[in-house]
């Protein structure tokens, strides 16, 4: 059996990479859309086979309500209006899944979860890269001990931001953004430095630089460096850029072995090299649809009614570790954030 979804927004990481992963999923399909643009919906609606009856737009968005073709939206818009279309969703009767980062503050994270909770509905956030499986074989390594005890981490993530992109227009203005680099693509090595150790930082200190007058850092900074402590004593290292080509690697450092998956977090060919006692091998793995594993998941969570692997709350931890980060950043202090609230 196969769930209905909702895509809203049709912009270019949705029609560029989810639409087209439907074709792979076991048990979701596409048959609503929902954007600003009736001609562009009906382009889309024509080439996937989506009844022109289900396209709809902001306005008229609450009214998926009475759809029963529908059971889960999927939020690709701007980061600061994830929250008002997850709440809408859920108070709609529909299970959603957000991309990343899940909203702008603290505050409307909660209010998404609240909101689910209320309706009785499942929230998941996109975090791709926990349904991929070369960082699934990197997390079963370091959570294995096979490279010893685990006591460093590096990754980085960046690239060049393009103001002559729409998608990258938006991401220049803090209001609809939530923040810089670290808001779109440094939560990427946020997120390894978590999933790798399992565990939850209790420090975090930063630095920030934005080129001076360059006109795309007026709003939102350029670069971010941080550390994060964890419990077992890990170090992790991480960088994030809106100035460098583009990078999405990390590295994990353990008393007996090391790891690198480089890309770590691209659509596809991740190659993840492990080094013991001086062999270094390339591990082999069966490369596969990271976002039909992830949209699946969300069905399959619906259908079983279990909690998805990232629920909201794990998109709350990282919008709240990101602003510490700013705020050790800010204050040029280490910032305890101790215990998830
Ligand atoms: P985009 O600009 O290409 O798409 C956004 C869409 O929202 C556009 O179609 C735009 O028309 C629409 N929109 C509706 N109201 C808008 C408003 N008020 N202002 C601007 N646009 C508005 O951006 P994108 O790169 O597709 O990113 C969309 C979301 O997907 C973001 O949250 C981003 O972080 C996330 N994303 C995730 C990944 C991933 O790998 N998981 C990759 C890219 C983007």
Redesign the pocket.
Same mark, same amino acid.
């Given at each position: 059996k196969k769930l209905g979804w909702a895509v809203v +927004? =049709? +912009? &270019?990481? *949705?029609t560029q990479q989810i639409i087209p992963s439907f074709s792979q999923c076991k048990q979701s399909k596409l048959v609503a859309l929902v954007? +600003?643009d009736r001609a562009k919906a009906e382009n889309y609606a024509r080439q996937y086979n989506v009844n022109p009856k289900n396209i709809y737009n902001?306005e008229n968005y609450d009214s998926l309500r009475n759809n029963p073709e529908v059971d889960i939206i999927y939020i690709? =818009? #701007?980061?600061g =209006?994830?929250a008002e279309y997850t709440i809408r969703g859920a108070q709609a009767g529909k299970h959603i899944l957000c991309? &990343? #980062?899940m909203a702008n503050t603290v505050e409307e994270c909660q209010a998404m979860i609240a909101a689910c909770n209320q309706a009785n509905r499942k929230l998941m956030i *996109?975090y791709?890269a926990q349904y991929e499986p070369f960082n699934l074989e990197a997390i079963a390594i370091a959570q294995k001990k096979q490279l010893g005890q685990l006591k460093a981490i590096v990754a980085d993530h960046g690239r060049n931001l393009d103001p002559k992109d #729409? *998608?990258d227009v938006?991401r220049m203005n803090k209001k =609809?953004a939530g923040g810089g680099s670290l808001f779109?693509i440094g939560i990427y090595s946020l997120q390894a430095a978590r999933y790798i150790t399992g565990e939850e930082p209790t420090e975090v200190c930063a630095m920030t630089y934005s080129t001076p007058n360059d006109p795309r850092f007026k709003e939102v900074e350029e670069n971010v460096n941080f550390i994060l402590r964890f419990p077992s004593g890990v170090l992790a290292n991480c960088t994030s850029s809106y100035g460098y080509s583009s990078t999405k690697r990390f590295q994990v450092f353990g008393s007996n072995g090391t790891l690198e998956l480089d890309p770590a977090t691209d659509y596809y060919r991740h190659q993840l090299t492990v080094k013991r006692e001086k062999v270094q091998e390339e591990r082999q793995i069966q490369e596969q649809n990271q976002f039909a594993l992830e949209m699946d998941h969300l069905s399959e969570s619906v259908m079983q009614d279990r909690q998805p692997k990232t629920p909201g709350e794990e998109g709350l931890q990282d919008v709240r570790l990101m602003l510490a980060i700013y705020e050790a950043a800010r204050t040029g202090r280490t910032i305890s954030v101790d215990s998830r609230e």
């Open positions: +927004g =049709l +912009g &270019k990481f *949705a954007s +600003g902001y690709v =818009l #701007p980061n =209006l994830h991309e &990343k #980062p *996109a791709r #729409p *998608a938006w =609809l779109d």
